[in-house]
């Protein structure tokens, strides 16, 4: 399956680009950076390194939006670090970032390839994603899927009380996203709160004896700082490999195809991911909104991939 990722690194995207890379049944056609976590030098910085690391300096990185459409760039050094991917010591990457907008490699590349045989896994804001479709309309039918990390309903928010990171950066972007008509897989917070890197979830990471493993121990661990004492949890939650294992094992995961609204005019729940759970509304299913997920079943399968990545 050829996918593009959309992604603000951030450690957790970090690890979802490890894993699709280290999975046989997935080609990755480029990396596309966005600003999210921090801004766009650093995400555009922080996906090439990530290649380096997995030894995939082949991967095309391309730079994107370095604001969202209406609004002010908010960030997440709180969470993440200054750099975006603070924790381990990596080098500087050495591979170029390629010339073209990633707004156009994602246009160009659906247009290239054949209908219906390109995934899109946004996880950063959808400011990129929304943009490609603004310009170019005629590519929503020929997008195969998009998976996408975002939003969250019962759970709530954790960048405002009502509002996921992703989806409050940009909502303009994301109810642009939400509203084309693709089909979409959501991976919340209802889901990714249950994918928590434990002590000894961390330790399988580390005792794979490789720098992919060490790398993604250190930056989990990195997470770790803040999440433990945002939430309370016995491990930091692991947010956007949900979407690369939903793709790899959809059956770890459970969810619903539900209605999904995304709030872009109130200011006490801007971003909000209106997901109509129990019907109660007559508007048509536009996602498959995952609830749950089997965390055993995600780690085994993430360090299990991990491993395979070059020693
Ligand atoms: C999302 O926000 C970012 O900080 C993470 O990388 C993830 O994509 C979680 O809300
Ligand atoms: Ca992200």
Known sequence: MKIVIDTDPGQDDAVAILLALASPEIEV????????????????????????LANRRDIPVFAGASRPLLRPLVTAEHVHGRTGLDGPDLPDPTMALQDAHAVDFLIDTLRREPAGTVTLVPIGPLTNIALALRLAPDIAPRIARIVLMGGAYFEVGNITPTAEFNIYVDPEAAAAVFGAGVPLTVLPLDATHKALVTRP?????????????????????FSERFDLAKYGSDGAPLHDPCTVAWL?????????????????ASPLTLGMTVADWWG????????????????????????????????
């Open 29 to 52: 056609l480029g990396l596309t950076a966005v600003a999210g976590n921090v801004p766009l030098e650093l995400t555009a910085r922080n996906a090439r390194i990530v290649c380096e």
């Open 201 to 221: 979830r961390a330790e399988a990471f580390a005792a794979l004896g490789t720098p992919v493993g060490r790398a993604v121990a250190q930056m989990t661990s």
């Open 248 to 264: 790899l094992a959809p059956e770890l995961f459970s969810g619903r195809e539900v209605n999904v609204a995304v709030e872009t």
């Open 280 to 311: 109660v509304t007559d508007r048509a299913p536009n996602a498959l909104f995952i609830g749950d997920l089997d965390a055993d079943g995600f780690f085994s399968l993430l360090t299990e991939r991990l491993g395979r990545l070059p020693a």
